[in-house]
């Protein structure tokens, strides 16, 4: 059973930077695709990108590019998402999700999320 | 751009809940998930492709559609249903997510 550890919880001040990360366990790493998305409070869900494990591929979301990087680290089965230039809207729980379906698919399954609070 | 109405749909247990996404632009594969959120938790397959159900889901639970109008049907309602539910299309690889629709029971 495929589980998604991500990181604890951070607070950011604006113009910073974050770097979460989701580690896979109980599966293989390979043959896959790592999506981040996000909601803000109260809010509905927000594709924000993925990185395709096999061919260490990206796609993001029209909205955060020029400040958005997903990468993978096959060793030790963990993605990462970096935001820089955050700003209170950027206020959100981000969940990761495995997709397996390549190379256009379904997520499941999600992490739990880890909550980012930006303000000053 | 993906469409989702009801915004708020309140039903008794027992009843039958019809969940309607509306797609901007025909998906000619069907490229269609749905996922419940209950509150304080992630969401979680239901079912993709449109109609094919995800491993747990009840079999009272079912998808349909093709094209631009894709339908989320939920028979028997019981109290655990009451969630937010999410349609998702990935039709390409830009994925989006409709805005949900509250079901309250």
């Known amino acids: 059973q495929v589980q998604l550890i991500q990181s604890g919880p951070e607070v950011k001040t604006p113009g910073s930077s974050m770097r979460l990360s989701c580690k896979a366990s109980?599966?293989?790493?390979?043959?896959?695709?790592f999506n981040w998305v996000r909601q803000a409070p109260g809010q509905g869900l927000e594709w924000m990108g993925r990185f395709i494990t096999v061919i260490g591929m990206t796609n993001y979301a029209w909205t955060f590019l020029g400040r958005i990087r997903i990468t993978a680290d096959r060793s030790t089965n963990t993605a990462y998402l970096e935001l820089n230039n955050l700003t209170p809207d950027d206020t959100a729980v981000y969940f990761c999700?495995?997709?397996?379906?390549?190379?256009?698919?379904?997520?499941?399954?999600w992490g739990p999320g880890t909550a980012v609070s930006v303000s000053t | 751009v993906l469409t989702q109405s009801p915004g708020t749909l309140s039903l008794s247990v027992g009843e039958r809940a019809t969940l309607s996404c509306r797609v901007s632009?025909?998906?000619?594969?069907?490229?269609v998930a749905w996922y419940r959120q209950r509150p304080g938790q992630p969401p979680r397959l239901l079912i993709y492709?449109?109609?094919s159900r995800a491993t747990g889901t009840p079999d009272r639970v079912s998808g349909s559609g093709s094209g631009t109008d894709f339908t989320l049907t939920i028979n028997r309602l019981e109290p655990e249903d009451s969630a937010v539910y999410f349609c998702?299309?990935?039709?390409?690889?830009?994925?989006?997510f409709g805005q949900g629709t509250k079901l309250e029971i």
């Open positions: 109980g599966d293989t790493f390979d043959n896959s695709a």
């Open positions: 999700a495995k997709e397996t379906s390549l190379p256009l698919g379904w997520l499941d399954p």
């Open positions: 632009q025909n998906l000619r594969n069907a490229a």
């Open positions: 998702q299309q990935y039709g390409g690889p830009m994925y989006t």
């Open positions: 492709d449109a109609s």
